[in-house]
Nanobody, 114 residues
Framework: QVQLVESGGGLVQPGGSLRLSCAAS????????MAWYRQAPGKQREFVAA???????TYVDSVKGRFTISRDNAKNTVYLQMHSLKLEDTAVYYC????????WGQGTQVTVSS
């Protein structure tokens, strides 16, 4: 069994920053890709960013240059550093890991509002 615990969400003004964390624990032999998704009210869940075990990263166009995904393999943790936040970044953010099976976190709310 694998558990993912997310943290770091909250309320921030436009232009502000937040850092999300997602720590994986349990029966983990190795983690291949780690990723962040988000789901805004009334919308489908969308891909935000991913990082491979080798450190290669991918981003959705709307966050390029503002968000940075990173990982600490020793801690089985993935991070999402978010800068220059916009109103449209408001969503529940979910982490996802690939261990050969896929696991999701419970989600953390990010609200960008003035």
């Amino acid at each position: 069994q694998v558990q993912l615990v997310e943290s770091g969400g909250g309320l921030v003004q436009p232009g502000g920053s937040l850092r999300l964390s997602c720590a994986a624990s349990g029966s983990i032999f190795s983690i291949f890709a780690m990723a962040w998704y988000r789901q805004a009210p009334g919308k489908q869940r969308e891909f935000v960013a991913a990082i491979t075990s080798g450190g290669s990263t991918t981003y959705v166009d709307s966050v390029k240059g503002r968000f940075t995904i990173s990982r600490d393999n020793a801690k089985n943790t993935v991070y999402l550093q978010m800068h220059s936040l916009k109103l449209e970044d408001t969503a529940v953010y979910y982490c996802n890991i690939d261990t050969g099976s896929y696991y999701w976190g419970q989600g953390t709310q990010v609200t960008v509002s003035s």
